[in-house]
């Protein structure tokens, strides 16, 4: 099983960008979709973006598109989530995740397998 661990989480203005990254461990990251997720306080958690195993097919849920990039490396085990323009409702605890598919169309929870402990993002108004 992959060992997922979330970094670049913090503190920013409206308005702001944040780069997240996931290092991932295991020889099985290149095979799987990866998808980025995210859980505000008293809210369940929810679908941000996910990206094939190639990196040529990527998804995001509506409130996101235009503003944040999911990308990934895999010589270097690491999915990325570019954020710009962000806006306070972003606030939220963000995880990566590892799909259980090659194609980043499947979105939801039961469809990863393996996730990181989160790392948190506050934007501020």
């Known amino acids: 099983q992959v060992q997922l661990v979330e970094s670049g989480g913090g503190l920013v203005q409206a308005g702001g960008s944040l780069r997240l990254s996931c290092a991932a461990s295991?020889?099985?990251?290149?095979?799987?979709?990866m998808g980025w997720f995210r859980q505000a306080p008293g809210k369940e958690r929810e679908f941000v973006a996910t990206?094939?195993?190639?990196?040529?097919?990527?998804y995001y849920t509506d409130s996101v598109k235009g503003r944040f990039t999911i990308s990934r490396d895999n010589a270097k085990n690491t999915v990325y989530l570019q954020m710009n323009s962000l806006k306070p409702e972003d606030t939220a605890n963000y995880y990566c995740?590892?799909?259980?598919?090659?194609?980043?169309?499947?979105?939801?929870?039961?469809?990863?397998?393996?996730w990181g402990q989160g790392t948190q993002v506050t934007v501020s108004s």
């Open positions: 995740a590892q799909s259980y598919y090659s194609t980043a169309y499947y979105n939801r929870r039961s469809n990863f397998g393996s």
């Open positions: 990206i094939s195993w190639s990196g040529d097919s990527t």
């Open positions: 295991g020889r099985t990251f290149s095979t799987y979709a």
